[in-house]
Antibody, heavy 123, light 107 residues
Framework: QVQLVQSGTEVKKPGASVKVSCKAS????????ISWVRQAPGQGLEWMGW????????NYAQRFQGRVTMTTDTSTTTAYMELRSLRSDDTAIYYC????????????????WGQGTLVSVSS | DIQMTQSPSSLSASVGDRVTITCQAS??????LNWFQQKPGKAPKLLIF???NLETGVPSRFSGSQSGTDFTFTISSLQPEDIATYFC?????????FGGGTKVGIK
């Protein structure tokens, strides 16, 4: 079955960077993309962007452009999300999720999710 | 961005009750909507895809329907194991957006 296993809790200071990993198994990694979604305390879910498992193409949500980098390693079927210049309002649970092969209108669905990684940003 | 207005934000019902949750899209998303269940500390689980299709292995008491930009998720007979938060996701347009979630409890 599809499994997405994420790295553990991170505690960071404002201005630092964080890199979260997402190890995929149970499906053909290059046939899908990976979306990253976050949920701040008491807030709703927010899509951050998508990366192709096939060729590393990305589609970032506008508000994260310039501050986020998503990468993959097909040899280990692992996706990564790096967020820079962290602020206190970046404190959230970050999820990876299996997503469509393409990320265009109507194709960027999400079906399976990782367990989430808590990133806490505090001075 | 497409706004997904989900209601109610929480509800309590008795075992065996019919439970209904709605998501209203701010513009046409065709049928590009999924429903998920999330239990505390667990990964969300896909229940309904493309608005009305039951994911494999999901009990038939869960269902989804659509009328235009209004989407309805129903649990026909609430069970104790259904205690969770439910949310919708639209992928009819980018960026993907989510409903605010509905926390379902037992009365």
């Amino acid at each position: 079955q599809v499994q997405l296993v994420q790295s553990g809790t991170e505690v960071k200071k404002p201005g630092a960077s964080v890199k979260v990993s997402c190890k995929a198994s149970g499906y053909t990694f290059i046939s899908y993309g990976i979306s990253w979604v976050r949920q701040a305390p008491g807030q709703g879910l927010e899509w951050m962007g998508w990366i192709s498992g096939y060729n590393g193409n990305t589609n970032y949500a506008q508000r994260f452009q310039g501050r986020v980098t998503m990468t993959t390693d097909t040899s280990t079927t692992t996706a990564y999300m790096e967020l820079r210049s962290l602020r206190s309002d970046d404190t959230a649970i970050y999820y990876c999720a299996r997503s469509g092969f393409y990320c265009r209108t109507t194709s960027c669905y999400i079906d399976s999710w990782g367990q989430g990684t808590l990133v806490s940003v505090s001075s | 961005d497409i706004q997904m207005t989900q209601s109610p934000s929480s509800l309590s019902a008795s075992v065996g009750d019919r439970v209904t949750i709605t998501c209203q899209a701010s513009q046409d998303i065709n049928n590009y909507l999924n429903w998920f269940q999330q239990k505390p500390g667990k990964a969300p689980k896909l229940l309904i895809f493309d608005a009305t299709n039951l994911e494999t292995g999901v009990p038939s008491r869960f269902s989804g329907s659509q009328s235009g930009t209004d989407f309805t998720f129903t649990i026909s007979s609430l069970q104790p194991e259904d205690i969770a938060t439910y949310f919708c996701l639209q992928y009819g347009d980018l960026p993907l957006t989510f409903g605010g979630g509905t926390k379902v409890g037992i009365k």
